[in-house]
């Protein structure tokens, strides 16, 4: 079975600081990873994913993610906070022969200190 | 132009109820879904249909049932509604060969 573990329901930078968000997950089967983000009160979009290929995967608004299949972790980071990217961010795993299903972590509040 | 677009986006009812939520995607998608995010903002997987066949459904109590009329639209009726049916309910849509979701904005729940 495959499950996510996101470290922290909440994270707290300063404006312009890092941004790390942990995730890990387990797969008996290559995994399909994603970030998704969702704003209060808002469906979720989408960040970046990986299926194949590069490890290192750039999304939108300067999120990054690297998958490191030893450490069976996607880490999201953002080298410069920005006040608008106060949100949750929730990573997710699928896999080919799961029917497309996604199964998501818990989710990490992101708040932005001005 | 909405991608994945849900109605009602609030429905707020009394208890033993029935209600529907309507889905509909206009992105020329062959696989829709249904998820349930709780009050702890934990979201999981309930139904998804490809092409207005049902492929998975896990272990939802009976008193919810998916419809694909077809596979631009995935509609959820929910019989006898219950306090701890409260939550958000989100609508998926997807491409197999591109594995990636789109979301529709929610409905949010409220049985009183």
């Known amino acids: 079975a495959q499950s996510v573990t996101q470290l922290g329901s909440h994270v707290s930078v300063s404006e312009g600081a890092l941004v790390l968000l942990r995730c890990n997950y387990s797969?008996?089967?290559?995994?399909?990873l994603f970030w998704y983000v969702q704003y209060p009160n808002q469906g979720l979009q989408l960040l970046l994913k990986?299926?194949?290929?590069?490890?290192l995967v750039k999304g939108i608004n300067g999120f990054e993610a690297e998958f490191k299949k030893s450490e069976t972790s996607f880490h999201l980071t953002k080298p410069s906070a920005h006040m608008s990217d106060a949100a949750e961010y929730f990573c997710?795993?699928?896999?080919?022969?799961?029917?497309?299903?996604?199964?998501f972590g818990q989710g990490t509040e992101l708040s932005v200190k001005p | 132009d909405t991608a994945v677009s849900q109605t009602p986006k609030y429905l707020v009812t009394q208890m033993g109820n029935d209600k529907s939520i309507k889905c509909e995607q206009n992105?020329?998608?062959?696989?829709m879904y249904w998820y349930k995010q709780d009050s702890k903002k934990f979201l999981k997987i309930m139904f998804s249909?490809?092409?207005?066949?049902?492929?998975i459904n896990e272990t939802v109590p009976n008193r919810f049932s998916p419809k694909s009329p077809d596979k631009a639209h995935l509609n959820l009726h929910i019989n006898s509604l219950e306090l701890g049916d409260s939550a958000v309910y989100f609508c998926?849509?997807?491409?197999?060969?591109?594995?990636?979701?789109?979301f529709g904005p929610g409905t949010r729940l409220l049985v009183l």
């Open positions: 998926a849509s997807s491409q197999p060969i591109d594995k990636t979701q789109y």
């Open positions: 797969s008996s089967v290559p995994p399909y």
């Open positions: 990986y299926t194949t290929g590069a490890t």
């Open positions: 997710a795993v699928s896999s080919y022969n799961q029917g497309g299903k996604l199964i």
């Open positions: 992105l020329g998608h062959d696989t």
């Open positions: 249909y490809n092409n207005k066949e049902l492929i």
